[in-house]
């Protein structure tokens, strides 16, 4: 299909600037992830998911970086839907928007269940036929948000952003007392036999890179930036640099939790809160001797997902308008609002399936969905990236082949029936495809 076609649809108007580019990276990377993958995680690996939080770190380095220089050299909104169109074929690049709209739209629920969830328990409200309504209503407001504008939805998550932040800084550091005086138990043996460690926990080789795997979703919010390559100032210069500061804070910020936390309370503390209503990292504070920490963490979890959902919807709603724009779906969603420069249509489309998601959202499959799926996802960002020119490319070619093969051989250590279901929906998002394509090409010719 012909990539001329994203031309004659009016551009969105670039409001953002380095340090919300950032800011936004970080909404969407610093949420779900570290305040649940890393419980989920660590009931895989044990003691080892800090490797895997490194493991996953570097992996993720690589992808930042092919996505920095893809989106410096086309900054479009859609980011791996729209590289996969230009450096690679029209199948593969739908076939990473439609991944990253079904997995994203499934985490940008579980965000919003998470919030209500977490909201209500910070209130000691536990009745459960309140989650669904304070979860659909938070996907409304923010959603309502969104579609105001890019500016103010930036703003929103600065805000959300640094209280997530400043909360996480209070974890580390009211762990390091409980870090020091028990890590040396809690972190020995650093690698346990899968024998030692209770169903349904992985342990061994194969725990610790399905561990790998879980913590390397934590990280991929930094696409957020590639897709709204459109709406940044200078994208060359600032995309790059802002992929690269956000995977750094990142970096530092999960190691520093994970390393604190499984020292302070053991990988088995993290592991049993996957089945409860609150946050590993809030469950861990309440062992520590500092009061007020769990409250502290908690207020971080509830922006966190705030800020995960907002900047999902962001994400989703421009992947849509381009998927709009090239006919792989419906053409109202590649429409833009004049007033708000702002994809109206996908904006509101995003929300919608969002909310109906929120009614029968599972945080833990959903988590493991979204692991094979955007792994890959980032594996055809890879391959974009390789096929990039002289002049193009920012880093070696080394970089995105590592990033490729990372991503592939990781993607199926989830449980097969995550990425036999995953493969699945492949499979059905290309037949709608292919489908559409033939009789669009029919139409044509018939006109």
């Known amino acids: 299909m012909p990539s001329e076609g994203t031309q004659q649809y009016p551009a969105l108007q670039r409001e953002v600037g380095l340090f919300g580019a950032v800011m936004m990276g970080l909404g969407s ?27 996953a770190a570097v992996v993720a380095a690589c992808n930042g970086l092919s996505s920095a220089q893809l989106a410096a050299s086309h900054p479009l909104s859609g980011g791996t839907y729209e590289y996969g169109y230009r450096w690679l074929h029209p199948t593969l690049g739908f076939t990473a928007g439609w991944m990253f709209l079904c997995a994203k739209t499934a985490s940008a629920a579980t965000a919003a269940l998470g919030f209500a969830g977490y909201t209500l328990a910070i209130l000691a409200q536990n009745g459960s036929d309140r989650l669904v309504p304070l979860a659909v209503a938070a ?7 969104v ?28 762990g390091l007392p409980a870090a020091f005086a028990r890590g040396a138990d ?15 926990a992985g342990g061994g080789l194969g725990g610790l890179l399905e561990a790998c795997a879980l913590m390397f979703v ?30 750094l804070v990142t970096m530092v910020l999960y190691v520093s939790v994970g390393m604190v936390g499984v020292a302070a309370v ?31 963490v908690a207020i971080g979890a509830i922006t966190a997902m705030l800020g995960v959902l907002l900047n999902l919807i962001l994400g989703l709603s421009r992947v849509l308008l381009s998927m709009g724009r090239r006919r792989d779906m419906p053409a109202l969603f590649g429409t833009v609002a004049g007033a ?22 599972d945080m833990k499959t959903t988590w493991s969905f979204s692991a094979f799926t955007v792994l890959v996802y980032y594996a055809i960002t890879n391959l974009a990236a390789i096929r990039l020119s002289a002049s193009e490319r920012l880093y070696p070619r080394w970089i995105p082949w590592a990033g490729s093969c990372s991503c592939l051989f990781l993607a199926f250590w989830v449980e097969p ?13 290309l037949i709608w495809h292919w489908t559409a394509q033939s009789l669009r090409r029919r139409a044509n010719g018939t006109s």
């Open 417 to 429: 029936r995550i990425w036999l279901a995953g493969l699945g929906l492949i499979g059905a998002g």
């Open 139 to 145: 996907v409304v407001i923010l959603t309502a948000l």
């Open 340 to 361: 708000s420069s702002t994809p109206l249509p996908a904006v509101v489309a995003v929300g919608l399936a969002i909310a109906g998601l929120a009614t029968i959202g």
């Open 218 to 247: 934590a990280y991929t919010g930094y696409g957020r930036i590639a897709t709204l390559g459109e709406e940044i100032h200078e994208p060359r210069r600032s995309i790059p640099r802002a992929i690269v500061v956000t995977l």
């Open 266 to 296: 053991g990988a088995e503390g993290f592991a049993t809160t996957r089945t409860t209503p609150a946050a590993p990292l809030q469950v861990a504070a309440r062992q520590f001797d500092v009061p007020g920490a769990a409250t502290a």
């Open 29 to 55: 990377i610093v949420g779900t992830g570290v305040f649940v993958s890393i419980g989920i995680a660590a009931g895989a690996a044990g003691p080892a998911v800090v490797l895997a939080i490194a493991v």
């Open 147 to 174: 579609a105001s504008g890019i500016r103010r939805s930036s703003f929103a998550n600065v805000a959300i952003v640094s209280v997530t932040l400043v909360s996480l800084v209070l974890f580390v550091l009211a």
């Open 186 to 200: 809690n972190l020995t043996p650093f690698f346990r036999p899968a024998a030692d460690i209770p169903p349904p």
